[in-house]
């Protein structure tokens, strides 16, 4: 099945131009066009997109609250949730962070290539996050020293396997799985097995928010 698109920007030359690009692959349907949150909103409950390309700042809603409506809602099409990518103008923008907690797959910037844009929507539309871990580090460590935050109870934690807990916090670190069975002389598939079970339990959507979590709870500190 094609990857079904909902491209949401309350500029409508950018709206449309995503919308053209995108809706010439062939293996992506463009199910509709959003000019602000809460029009994204009441489409995304109407088509059940499997992407929402979603910009950051607009009027009405903005794209944070509409991403947070968006993913509060149970999952549709036997369990295949709707997957959010934000768009952003730039690579520091305030709601980054706050977007990737509430379960954004990943942001890209309004300047990326085409060949990116496009690459961005296949690779969340395949349930991957579209930061590589040492970006997301990078990412999660600039907000977590802008803005501290009070740490989450490592109560949610305590379901997790002392080896779950190990891996989980070198994911937060930024290793790749290909390194976290180097650190723990383990085979790579074990790793991933880990991971799987990890965002199982703490019922996380990426390993993107496993992450965020990990420096939520303290698993992780900035700079570690």
Known sequence: MNIRVLVVDDQAMVRQGFAALLGAQPDIDIVGQAEDGAQAV????????DVVLMDVRMPVMDGLEAARRILADPPGRGGQGIHVLMLTTFDVDDYVYDALKLGASGFLLKDALADELVAAVRIVA?????????????????FAHAAPRLELSRERLEGLTERELEVM?????GLSNHEIAAELFIAQQTVKTHVSKILAKLRLRDRVQM??????????????
């Open 42 to 49: 009441a489409m995304a409950a109407a088509e059940q997109p």
């Open 126 to 142: 395949s349930g991957d996050a579209l930061l590589a871990p040492s970006v997301t580090r990078r990412l999660i460590e600039q």
């Open 169 to 173: 916090t070198l994911v937060g670190r």
């Open 211 to 224: 992450v965020v979590l990990a420096y939520d709870t303290g698993l992780v500190q900035p700079g570690a």
